[in-house]
């Protein structure tokens, strides 16, 4: 019997490296068997990427979703930053650049 085949991608990304794997998969194959079938975990194994949160194009899917032809699954690690926090950074060290020095005389 001949199976068809879709064409997706499998993407994560660490502070130090990241990685898209394209591969071809059985068709009705849910979005977890994908991670797996794509060998990503051996590349990043300080991570337990099948415990981690997946999704399709940046929309988080559920386990029981069946992956489509184009689609790329990306597995989301947490953050080591919070976003905000990180712009609130920026922001201070920039205002501190630009403010003027007071001095006394």
Same mark, same amino acid.
């Given at each position: 019997?001949?199976?068809? &085949?879709?064409? #997706?991608?499998?993407?994560?990304?660490?502070?130090? &490296?990241?990685?898209?794997?394209?591969?071809?998969?059985?068709?009705?194959?849910?979005?977890?068997? /994908? /991670?797996?079938?794509?060998? #990503?975990?051996? @590349?990043?194994?300080?991570?337990?990427?099948?415990?981690?949160?997946?999704?399709?194009?940046?929309?988080?899917?559920?386990?029981?979703?069946?992956?489509?032809?184009?689609?790329?699954?990306?597995?989301? @690690?947490?953050?080591?930053?919070?976003?905000?926090?990180?712009? @609130? @950074?920026?922001?201070?060290?920039?205002?501190? &650049?630009?403010?003027? /020095?007071?001095? &006394?005389?």
């Amino acid at each position: 019997m001949n199976e068809e &085949k879709i064409a #997706i991608e499998v993407a994560f990304a660490a502070p130090e &490296k990241q990685e898209v794997i394209a591969l071809e998969v059985p068709a009705e194959t849910l979005i977890n068997e /994908v /991670v797996h079938l794509s060998g #990503i975990e051996s @590349r990043f194994p300080d991570y337990s990427l099948w415990a981690l949160t997946v999704g399709v194009w940046g929309e988080v899917k559920p386990e029981t979703y069946v992956v489509q032809a184009g689609d790329r699954v990306e597995v989301y @690690r947490s953050l080591v930053t919070n976003a905000k926090d990180a712009r @609130r @950074r920026r922001a201070d060290a920039q205002a501190s &650049k630009e403010a003027p /020095v007071n001095k &006394k005389r």
